[in-house]
């Protein structure tokens, strides 16, 4: 990212008097978005002759791309030379001037840059070490804000009365050092008076636009904006018109895209492939940050620097780009096509009525008026986006289908129990969120909807014991879903209400990547199987039956998508199925309430690619786990519920990286698992209402055990409190009052 201390790192140590008289020759080369390679090779050149003190020949200006490489090799032939190529921003940037450097072993090549792939390019063909600058901790930050703010005055200490809101400033920056520098300079100018203070905390955003102070900052941060592709800055105007501190999925922005119209086609990859693509660019290029990742790694979700997102709201708000409705403006521009609702005061709601509006999102919003709600469907016939996420609705209005462009719809997270028929109607509908509603059955006309890509359906009570396989439910579908060729996404569905029909129409559904199925029967099994066997791009199934005693009958696929990468199957099992060992790109398996009575260890050792592992509620029948070898890639074990567990042993080599280990509750497993201190990488394990007596052998001053879990950082003992589900009273190992 822009400002971190990338250019002044590396000049402070150019410019290092022990690095001046170790090398021979120096240069410095600020290298532009758009540079000529002979002009990059003409000032290196001239700037070698320069170090050596001796005059430039006659010629330099006028030579080619060829002469000037030769003429850069004989100049550092033998010689021990330092170059950094500052600010690089092209990845072929490495390919075009490599050959004008030759290898000496004294030679240093430094360059800096806020795109990762430039990073990966140079690595293809040299020896390269990335030193990824971080922000500054807090500490560091607080005391580089003080020095500068208070720089003139109180011998750089900030006053008690000031101390809450330099905080607030010193947050805002999230440890970025130009930020800090500039802000801090800024009120170092300053009144030190409160409302003072408080006053160019609200103005920010605006300061960052007009305040002399500020504008190497907001240039800086603008930069890389201004650089992106046109077809990338679209996107990442929409993360910056989030709440602040808002973490934003990385599925739902992908969707929003494409629903959007952002993302373009590509040749042998889905829109959502497509729409990875673009989100991975803004995030090596410094522009949105990774704030969460899945288990393997992949980014599960996002935002922007608050910076950066006052930087682009900014920019979006003045291309009329979007418009935010919040409590503290209530006017609306009348060509607004996308627009935020954000704690905004319920009279002003009851205003609205722009028929331009193409997208509505709506955050921290107490209540919605009626006379909005009732107007939905006539004053914005061009609407293409509701999402109406976490928002304080009980019910959707009669005549939504009248919408006709609608591409995304989410009730996700709201109250409302019933979709009307008129939603039939919305033929461009892509997306369909219903996770953590009350609606509990789909209208039975949405075979008509074709383009629909996503139904997303599924709710869970809190309040419910997890321990039962009935906590989660998802939603009834009528026949036809066969019809909706275009999923990608059905999860979950109630298999008890489509029957044997409905896991047949299933095998026309050949587009899906995650399926999730409820109460399942036993004679569903083979049906079933035959469907998922022609489910070739399908990468995430979870399947639960209809009760803790219904077989869950899976053994009869006989060639599985090798395309699944997170299986969950909840409900009992014969025998681990057969097909599961062959799942080469598999990731997660968790496996819930089976009953196995073998231990399945041996068969999924050898997994490629599995990184975590779980078996709950009765998921193992037997008394002893035996890790002998294998699982090379996993780093999370989760063995939750298995009472009948008594012994759990690790031999040396077993599960290498393993950094995470659940267990628990196992009340016959007496002893610390024998093993444990030969997870080198473990640094979390959680163990859940064990007994009192396995917690000794492990207490700090005088368990016998205590040596086979010294090395972990994290060792904690939960204790299920209270009758809520979830809810635990934690301990640390080391804890004086353990």
């Known amino acids: 990212m822009g400002g971190l201390g990338k250019t002044t790192l590396a000049k402070k140590v150019y410019d290092n008097q022990r690095v001046i008289e170790h090398f021979d020759c120096h240069a410095w080369i600020t290298v532009s978005q758009t540079y000529k390679v002979e002009d990059l090779l003409r000032q290196m050149v001239m700037q070698f002759y320069k170090a050596r003190k001796e005059y430039t020949p006659e010629g330099i200006d006028t030579m080619e791309k060829e002469s000037l490489i030769r003429k850069s090799r004989e100049l550092l032939q033998q010689k021990r030379y330092v170059i950094v190529f500052d600010d690089v921003w092209k990845v072929d940037f490495w390919e075009a001037i490599e050959h004008a450097l030759p290898d000496n072993k004294g030679g240093r090549i430094v360059i800096t840059t806020r795109i990762k792939d430039v990073a ?19 500490n560091k930050a607080w005391e580089l804000f003080c020095r500068r703010a208070f720089q003139y005055e109180l011998e750089g200490n900030c006053p008690a009365d000031l101390k809450d809101l330099s905080l607030e400033f010193v947050r805002k920056c999230e440890g970025l050092p130009l930020a800090i520098v500039s802000i801090g300079g800024l009120l170092s100018t300053k009144v030190k008076v409160v409302s003072e203070w408080q006053k160019l905390y609200d103005s920010l955003s605006s300061e ?20 992106l592709p046109y077809h990338l800055k679209s996107c990442v105007l929409y993360c910056g018109i989030f709440p602040e501190d808002y973490s934003i ?26 729409a990875e693509e673009y989100l991975t660019e803004l995030i090596h290029r410094s522009l949105v940050q990774v704030s969460q990742v899945w288990i393997d790694g992949k980014a599960r979700s996002c935002r922007v620097h608050d910076l950066m997102r006052e930087v682009l709201l900014r920019k979006a708000v003045d291309s009329n780009f979007c418009h935010v409705l919040s409590e503290n403006e209530s006017t ?9 609702i954000d704690s905004t005061p319920y009279d002003a709601l009851g205003i609205i009525e722009q028929s331009r509006i193409r997208s509505l999102f709506t955050f921290n919003q107490e209540q919605w008026p009626e006379s909005f709600l009732s107007t939905l469907s006539g004053n914005f016939k061009l609407m293409k986006i509701l999402d109406f996420a976490d928002a304080p609705l009980n019910h959707l209005p009669k005549y939504v289908g009248d919408l006709h462009l609608l591409k995304y719809l989410s009730l996700r997270n709201t109250k409302v129990k019933l979709l009307p ?13 219903l996770k953590q509603s009350l609606v509990y059955e789909i209208p039975a006309k949405i075979n008509k909807l074709l383009k629909l890509r996503h139904l997303l359906a599924h709710y869970t009570d809190s309040s419910t014991d997890f321990s039962m396989i009935s906590y989660e439910r998802g939603v009834k579908v009528h026949d036809g879903i066969g019809c909706l060729q275009a999923l990608q996404k059905l999860y979950h569905v109630e298999t008890n209400h489509g029957g044997i029909n409905l ?22 099994g083979q049906a079933l199987c035959a469907s998922i066997e022609k489910m070739n791009h399908l990468e995430s199934l979870e399947v639960s039956t209809i009760s803790e005693d219904e077989v869950l009958d899976l053994q009869s696929i006989s060639t599985a998508p090798e395309s699944i990468r997170f299986l969950y199957l909840k409900g009992p099992l014969e025998k681990l199925p057969s097909w599961i060992p062959k799942l080469q790109q598999l990731v997660r398996l968790r496996i819930f309430w089976s009953r196995l009575t073998d231990a399945p260890l041996k068969a999924l050792q050898n997994l490629p690619n599995l990184v975590e592992l779980g078996f709950s509620y009765n998921a193992y029948d037997g008394v002893q786990l035996h890790f002998e070898g294998g699982f090379k890639e996993l780093r999370v074990l989760k063995l939750k519920h298995l009472p009948r567990l008594n012994s759990l042993i690790i031999d040396n080599g077993a599960m290498p990286l393993l950094r995470e280990l659940h267990i628990g509750p196992s009340p016959q497993l007496k002893e610390v698992p024998s093993g444990i201190q030969h997870l080198k990488n473990l640094s979390s394990l959680r163990f859940v209402d064990m007994p009192k007596e396995f917690r000794q052998h492990m207490d700090p001053n005088n368990g016998q055990h205590y040596w086979i879990v010294e090395h972990i950082q994290d060792v904690l003992f939960m204790y299920k409190f209270g009758p809520r589900c979830g809810v635990f009273e934690t301990h640390a190992l080391r804890d004086s009052n353990l």
């Open 503 to 524: 896991i047949k129409a299933l095998k026309k559904l050949r587009q899906l990547r995650k399926l999730g199925l409820k109460n399942l029967k036993r004679e569903y």
């Open 249 to 274: 999925s990385c599925i739902r922005l992908a969707r929003l895209w494409i629903a959007e119209g952002f993302v373009k086609p590509k040749r042998g990859k889905t829109l959502e492939e497509v």
């Open 421 to 433: 028929e008129s939603i039939c109607n919305l033929q461009n509908l892509e997306t369909l969120d």
């Open 120 to 138: 990966d390019f140079c690595k293809k063909s040299s020896y390269v070490h990335v030193y990824r600058l971080q922000p500054l901790p807090p």
């Open 332 to 340: 609306l521009k009348p060509i607004t096509r996308r627009l935020l």
């Open 208 to 227: 960052l636009e007009s305040n002399p102070h500020l504008t190497s900052l907001t240039r800086i941060l603008s930069f890389s904006y201004h650089h």
